[in-house]
């Protein structure tokens, strides 16, 4: 599909069919979502450029994300989406600099990319030219991601609250039990999606410190250009910082559930061993009278079996009671 948005233009035109003849000059951005082979051809002869395939966009070498051919910049971010229905993906999208317009390459539909119509119609007034287009798409981005890390940031304190402190009831513990492989597994998602966060903000910040340096990005205006650049540089440093915060958060927080666990399973084995050595006394006098000797005294006494029952009783009671006195209970 291929979606073009003219100067100052605040609709994105979706054409079903490749265009027959040249694209208008006024075109600023070429928007190309799964194109066909006919879609990039067309791109490729208005622009004189060579499109990256999909097998080059998913490489993860610095030299094949971001680079200078023909007098255009090339320039392969991976972003996050699906966010909202865990777990989430990522998906790369080349953005192309060439004189004023701007190409977006992708084979899926970011959250910013669904979107656009609504945000063009709002807030699309000023975009002139591709490198317009282009900052205005970061801004939006950089937004994307903040929101998903902040909601991410949102599930983990709630998180953290459920395992810490709401476990309390009037002063007593709770008897309800917190479900802690739940737990450990909105742990992961959220772990998951800190490390897809973090993954696109460091290749954001690889594009942005490419365009700030690049001559082909500048158009004219290479002081603005940079300062765009720099104060977009900036954001996505500062939510690369508190991705790092949240992935110490979460690592923090898997300690302690799998501590809680541990705790747990030590109770079920301590309650074992309480109720072994309970009936092990009453065990060991039921044994003794069991056995079959013809000359044991108790077997012609008439208070004997109720002697033995209450020996068995005391045995297992005296225990009981000495573990409760230690706190071992």
């Keep these: 599909m291929l979606g073009t ?24 951005w070429l928007d190309l979502k799964a194109p066909t082979p006919e879609e990039v051809r067309v791109v490729e002869r208005a622009l004189g450029i060579a499109m990256p395939s999909r097998e080059e966009m998913q490489e993860i070498e610095a030299s094949s994300r971001v680079y200078e051919e023909n007098e255009a910049l090339f320039l392969t971010a991976t972003l996050v989406f699906h966010a909202d229905e865990p777990p989430p993906a990522t998906t790369e999208v ?28 709002r807030s699309g007034a ?21 929101d998903i890390l902040e909601k991410t940031d949102l599930d983990v304190d709630q998180l953290s609250s459920a395992v810490f402190g709401a476990a309390t009831k009037n002063g007593k ?3 309800q039990r917190l479900d802690l492989v739940e737990t450990v597994e909105r742990v992961g998602r959220g772990g998951d999606t800190t490390a897809k966060l973090r993954e696109s903000l460091l290749t954001l910040q690889r594009v942005l410190l490419a365009v700030g340096v690049s001559e082909l990005a500048a158009l004219g205006n290479r002081k603005e250009t940079r300062a765009r650049a ?4 900036r954001d996505v440093q500062s939510l690369l910082d508190h991705t790092a915060f949240l992935s110490q958060k979460i690592g923090f927080l898997l300690e302690a559930i799998l501590g809680l666990i541990n705790i747990e399973q030590n109770n079920i084995i301590k309650l074992f061993s309480v109720m072994a050595v309970v009936f092990l006394p009453p065990t060991l006098i039921a044994s003794i009278y069991g056995m079959n000797f013809e000359y044991m005294p108790e077997l012609a ?29």
């Design 173 to 175: 513990r709770s008897t």
């Design 5 to 28: 948005l003219t100067r100052l233009g605040r609709e994105l035109q979706v054409h079903e069919q490749p265009p027959s003849e040249p694209l208008s000059s006024d075109i600023v």
């Design 126 to 146: 000023g975009l002139s030219s591709g490198q317009a287009v282009f900052f205005w798409l970061m801004d939006q981005i950089v937004a994307r991601l903040a």
């Design 230 to 233: 720099k104060a977009l540089v």
């Design 301 to 329: 006494w008439p208070l004997g079996y109720p002697f033995a029952l209450l020996l068995m009783v005391v045995s297992a009671v005296l225990p009981y009671l000495l573990f409760k006195r230690r706190g071992w209970l």
């Design 94 to 121: 080349t953005f192309i600099l060439k004189g004023e317009r701007l190409v977006t390459l992708r084979y899926d539909d970011p959250q910013p990319f669904r979107t656009i119509k609504t945000r063009l119609e």
